[in-house]
């Protein structure tokens, strides 16, 4: 089983940054891909971003130029920078893994509000 432990959603005024991270239990070379997903209340959780094990990254159109998603294997984690943030990016964030192109894992959830 994988966990995945979040961290580093907030308040934060539109404009202004935050970075997400998230740990997983597991050497990260075991993902096919790990990601962030949004879920804005009475909407469905859409992909983010995304970054592949060689390090290709995709966004949704609406993040692109604003939020950068990285990965650090040596500490088993993948990070999103959101910069220049609105409050339409306010969401619940939750960390995503693929694991042997199969089996999805999430995280718990982190709460980002940006205030107007």
């Known amino acids: 089983q994988v966990q995945l432990v979040e961290s580093g959603g907030g308040l934060v005024q539109a404009g202004g940054s935050l970075k997400l991270s998230c740990t997983a239990s597991?050497?990260?070379?075991?993902?096919?891909?790990m990601g962030w997903y949004g879920q804005a209340p009475g909407k469905q959780r859409e992909l983010v971003a995304s970054i592949s094990g060689g390090g290709s990254t995709n966004y949704a159109d609406a993040v692109k130029g604003r939020f950068t998603i990285s990965r650090d294997d040596a500490k088993n984690t993948v990070y999103m920078q959101m910069d220049s943030l609105k409050p339409e990016d306010t969401a619940v964030y939750y960390c995503?893994?693929?694991?042997?192109?199969?089996?999805?894992?999430w995280g718990q959830g982190t709460q980002v509000t940006v205030s107007s």
């Open positions: 995503h893994v693929r694991r042997w192109a199969t089996f999805d894992y």
């Open positions: 597991i050497e990260t070379f075991n993902f096919n891909t």
